[in-house]
């Protein structure tokens, strides 16, 4: 069975700095993909960004990047330029290729302060 | 704009009366799953329809029940809540198939049990 694993409950940050999300996984499969999804106060879960664990190359959305380490089964997220807005819940998600069952990490609640 | 959504976005019941929520999408997505989300925990998967094929879970209590009348939409039954099923429950979906499938949620609904 995979697991994922967000060994940061709570992690905070200043305005316009740049804060790196923790997400370790574990799974025998090789086909996958991988997610961040953000869940702020208003409790909808927004996806962030999406990683294909075929391709190499690292996936970016504006100023939300990941650091993709296959071998390692690390999946960070890397937030830059931090707004007010970006508090919330983080997930960090796992889906086998196929299935459809995202597998959830227990989450990191990020503060971004002013 | 294509989206999920979910009604009501708050529901209140009563011990053991019964309630339904329902999930309705634009997006033709083949798949809708509910899921259960308690306070400060991931998401936990109650079951999900592919196409018209119903997906339980293991460990779902037989409480819970889900229909799909058409591709659009779906609903949860909860046939005699307990204070336990206090919680938001959230609708998502997402197209099977090819190399793209990501999951996308509706806004929720917070059910409270009196």
């Known amino acids: 069975a995979q697991t994922v694993t967000q060994s940061q409950p709570e992690m905070s940050v200043q305005e316009a700095e740049t804060v790196t999300l923790s997400c370790t996984y574990d799974t025998s499969e090789n086909n996958y993909y991988l997610f961040w999804y953000k869940q702020p106060p208003s409790r909808q879960m927004i996806l962030v960004i999406r990683q294909e664990a075929y391709k190499q190359q690292n996936a970016t959305e504006n100023r939300f990047s990941v650091n993709f380490q296959k071998a390692a089964k690390s999946f960070s997220l890397k937030i830059s330029d931090s707004q007010l807005g970006d508090t919330a819940m983080y997930f960090c998600a796992f889906m086998k290729h196929g299935v459809g069952k995202l597998v959830f990490g227990a989450g990191t609640i990020l503060r971004v302060k002013s | 704009d294509a989206m999920v959504i979910q009604n009501p976005r708050y529901q209140v019941t009563q011990f053991g009366k019964p309630v339904t929520l329902s999930c309705s999408q634009t997006?033709?997505?083949?798949?809708m799953y509910w899921y259960q989300q308690k306070s400060s925990q991931a998401p936990k998967l109650l079951f999900h329809y592919y196409d018209k094929d119903f997906n339980n879970e293991a460990d779902t209590p037989d409480n819970f029940q889900s229909r799909r009348p058409n591709t659009s939409f779906c609903f949860l039954d909860i046939r005699s809540p307990g204070l336990g099923d206090a919680a938001m429950y959230l609708c998502a979906t997402s197209r099977r198939g090819g190399q793209q499938e990501t999951q996308y949620f509706g806004p929720g609904t917070r059910l409270l049990v009196l």
């Open positions: 997006l033709n997505h083949n798949v």
